[in-house]
C-alpha cells in the first residue's frame, strides 16, 4: 500500500472511530489495517538480504492541505458584483485608468464587476483630483481623491445655514413681541385701559355698597323741589304767584343783558386790563434781556409764554363774540321769556301732569338710593368690569410674547433647521473619497474629470501587512481541522520558501465539487516579508503531532494472525524476530511506536519481505 493510500486510511479511520476513543488510537488501527497487505517475515532467512532501518527518536506530525493562493487577510480577493446603471467612463480623450495592480481590478465604467478591495465614492460627480498614487500607504479615513457636484452640495449648506439663521431670528423675536399678536400697546391705551377698570369697579362698589349721603341729600332736595312746582303749578297763594313772575322777569332781564353785552362793544374797562397787562408783560421780559447776565432758558421761556398769553387775551377781548356764545344766550333768552309768559298764563293740563311726572321720578331716585340695588343693574355692572378687565388683559398681551406652544414650534423649527445643515454638511463631506481602512493603494481606476457615482470604484486600497490564504481540503480532512491550528505555507515563487501561518477560519458547510466534497479553509500568515497578493502556495494545516518519540516508517509494521500490531526486529545474528509493538500517532510516512521497540533497534521494511 503506497504512503499516500495509507494516509487517507488513517483520516477515514480517524471519522470512524468513536468520539472518546483518543485520536493516537485511532490512527495505529489505521496504520496497523494498512499493513495487512504486507506479508509476515518467518524466523528463517529468506536468502536474500532483507531491507532494514533503525528505529529512530523525532517527531511525528500529521498535516492536511492542499494548494492556493495569497490574498487580503480581510477580503476573499474575488471579485464582486457593482450596478452597471450609471456606468462612470473616462474622459472622451480615450484616456485609460491606471492598472488595478495584481488585485485584478475591472475598468471604471463597465459596471459589472469590481475587486473586492476596491473603494467607492458615497456621492456622484466627477473626479476634481486624485490624491494618492499607486503604492501610496494611506491610513483609515485618509482622502483618496476630491469630487466635483457642480457646487450642489455648497449651496445646500448655505441655504441650511440661511434656514437655521432665520429659526433662530423668529424665536428670539416671538420671545419678546410676538408679530402675530399686533403692536406693543402705547402708555395712553394702558392708561386709559386701567381707568375704564377702576370707573367700572367704581360703579359696581356704589351699586353693592350703601349710598352716599350727598347723593340722597340731592335725591331728596330734587323730591322736595318737584313737590313744590308741582303745588305752584295747582295754585299755591297769590304771593308766591308774584314771586315766581317776578323771579321769571329777572331772568328775562339778565339773559338779555347777556346777549347784549356779547353783541355790542367790548367793555373798556376789559380792554385797558388786557392792555396794561400785555404792557407789563412785554417789559418784564425786555428787563430780562436787557439785565446781565441772560437770563437762564427756563425763565426767559416763561417770560415769552407771559407776552404770548396777554396778547391773546387782549385779541379775545377785543374780538367780537363768538357765534356759539351769542347762540346759547338768544336760547337762554327765549327759554326765560317762554317761562314767563307760561307763568303769566297759568299752568296747563300738560305741565301739571309733567309736574306730577317729576315728582315721581324724584320720588323713585329717592328709594333706589335708600333699598337695594336691582339685580340687572348689578349684574350690569359686573359685566361692564369683566370687559374692562378683559380688555385691559388683551391690551397688555398685544405685542407681548408668544404662547409656550408658538415658542416650542419656534424651537422644532431650529432643530430641523440643524438637522438639515448637519445633512447638507455631510453630504458636501461626501464629495472627499477616503479610505475605509488603512492599507496600500495598489491601483487608480478612475482619472480626472470621469463622472462617478456610488458604484462606480475609483481605487483599490489592499492590506498588504495582513495576508492570507485559502485552500480547499477534502471532507476527510475537514473533519481534522480546526481554528487556531499551526500551518506552514511553502510559496512557489520563492523557491518554496515556507512561511509560519495559523488556521483562521474552517467552512461551516461543504461544496459538491463533481460528487467531491470539499470545504474551504482559511489561513492566516503572521510574516508578510516578501510575499504578494495573488501568489500561488501550498498549504499543510497540522492536525497532530508527538515529540521526541520512537518512530519507524509505516513499511516496517505488519499483522499477526489475531490482527496484532508487529515489527520485525533484526537480532545481532541478522536474523529477524516478530515483535508485538503499540503504535500511537502515523502519518504516511512513519508511525509512533509507544511500546515494543527501542529508538536503535533495526527492523525489516515490509517492502524487502515476501
Not at 229 to 248: C, N, P, Y
Not at 521 to 547: E, F, Q
Request: hydrophobic content about 45%.
Amino acid at each position: 500500500m503506497s504512503g499516500s493510500s495509507i494516509g487517507q486510511t488513517i483520516r477515514a479511520a480517524l471519522l470512524r472511530v468513536p468520539h472518546r476513543m483518543p485520536a493516537w488510537l485511532a490512527l495505529s488501527v489505521a496504520v496497523a489495517g494498512g499493513a495487512t497487505a504486507c506479508s509476515v517475515p518467518g524466523s528463517g532467512s529468506t536468502g536474500s538480504s532483507p531491507a532494514t532501518v533503525a528505529a529512530s527518536r523525532g517527531n511525528v506530525v500529521v498535516t492536511v492541505g492542499g494548494v492556493g493562493r495569497i490574498t487580503e487577510a480581510s477580503t476573499t480577493g474575488a471579485q464582486i458584483s457593482v450596478p452597471s446603471s450609471t456606468p462612470a467612463s473616462g474622459p472622451s480623450t480615450g484616456a485609460t485608468p491606471a492598472s488595478a495592480g495584481s488585485t485584478g481590478g475591472a475598468s471604471a465604467g463597465t459596471g459589472s464587476s469590481a475587486p473586492a478591495d476596491a473603494v467607492f465614492p458615497r456621492a456622484s460627480g466627477r473626479v476634481a483630483q486624485l490624491l494618492v498614487t499607486p503604492g501610496q500607504h494611506v491610513a483609515s479615513g485618509q482622502a483618496l481623491a476630491l469630487l466635483d457636484d457642480g457646487g450642489v452640495a455648497t449651496g445646500a449648506v448655505l441655504q441650511a445655514q440661511n434656514d437655521l439663521a432665520t429659526a433662530r431670528l423668529e424665536l428670539r423675536q416671538k420671545q419678546t413681541s410676538d408679530p402675530l399678536r399686533g403692536l406693543p400697546p402705547t402708555p395712553e391705551e394702558l392708561a386709559a385701559g386701567r381707568v375704564a377698570v377702576l370707573s367700572a369697579r367704581e360703579r359696581l362698589g356704589r351699586l353693592l355698597g350703601p349710598p352716599l349721603r350727598a347723593d340722597v341729600t340731592t335725591a331728596r332736595a330734587d323730591l322736595a323741589r318737584a313737590k313744590a312746582d308741582l303745588e305752584i303749578l295747582l295754585g299755591g297763594t297769590q304771593a308766591d304767584r308774584a314771586e315766581a313772575i317776578a323771579i321769571a322777569e329777572q331772568n328775562v332781564q339778565a339773559a338779555q343783558q347777556r346777549l347784549d353785552h356779547l353783541l355790542g362793544p367790548p367793555d373798556p374797562a376789559d380792554v385797558a386790563a388786557a392792555q396794561f397787562d400785555l404792557l407789563k408783560a412785554e417789559a418784564d421780559l425786555a428787563d430780562l434781556l436787557r439785565t446781565p447776565p441772560p437770563p437762564p432758558p427756563e425763565t426767559l421761556g416763561a417770560a415769552q409764554q407771559a407776552v404770548v398769553a396777554a396778547r391773546l387775551k387782549l385779541a379775545k377781548v377785543l374780538a367780537p363774540a363768538a357765534p356759539a356764545d351769542v347762540t346759547a344766550a338768544r336760547l337762554d333768552l327765549a327759554r326765560g321769556q317762554a317761562d314767563l309768559r307760561r307763568l303769566r298764563a297759568g299752568p296747563s293740563p300738560a305741565t301739571v301732569a309733567a309736574a306730577r311726572q317729576a315728582v315721581d321720578a324724584a320720588r323713585a331716585r329717592l328709594a333706589r338710593l335708600q333699598g337695594p340695588p336691582l339685580m340687572s343693574d348689578v349684574t350690569a355692572a359686573r359685566l361692564d368690569v369683566r370687559k374692562a378687565e378683559a380688555d385691559l388683559a388683551v391690551l397688555r398681551a398685544r405685542g407681548g410674547p408668544a404662547s409656550s406652544f408658538d415658542l416650542g414650534l419656534a424651537q422644532l423649527k431650529i432643530e430641523a433647521a440643524r438637522a438639515r445643515l448637519a445633512l447638507a454638511r455631510f453630504t458636501e463631506e461626501q464629495l472627499t473619497v477616503r479610505a475605509p481602512a488603512s492599507g496600500t493603494v495598489t491601483g487608480l481606476l478612475t482619472v480626472t474629470g470621469a463622472p462617478v457615482d456610488a458604484s462606480t470604484p475609483v481605487a483599490t486600497v489592499a492590506d498588504l501587512q495582513h495576508l492570507a490564504v485559502s485552500v480547499d481540503v477534502s471532507e476527510f480532512d475537514a473533519a481534522l481541522v480546526r481554528g487556531g491550528l499551526p500551518a506552514v505555507v511553502k510559496v512557489d515563487a520563492l523557491g518554496g520558501k515556507p512561511f509560519p501561518g495559523k488556521v483562521m477560519f474552517v467552512g461551516l458547510t461543504g461544496v459538491d465539487n463533481g460528487g467531491v466534497v470539499t470545504f474551504p479553509v482559511r489561513v492566516g500568515l503572521s510574516n508578510v516579508a516578501d510575499l504578494k497578493p495573488g501568489m500561488n502556495v501550498s498549504v499543510r494545516v497540522i492536525v497532530a503531532k508527538r515529540h521526541d518519540v520512537v518512530r519507524v516508517p509505516l513499511e516496517a509494521v505488519a499483522r499477526d494472525d489475531n490482527g496484532h500490531p508487529i515489527v520485525n526486529v533484526l537480532g545481532p545474528n541478522g536474523r529477524s524476530t516478530a515483535r508485538r509493538v503499540k503504535l500511537g500517532l502515523a502519518n504516511n510516512k512513519d508511525v509512533e511506536v509507544v511500546r515494543g521497540l527501542r529508538a536503535g533497534e533495526r527492523v525489516a521494511l515490509a517492502a524487502s519481505q515476501g
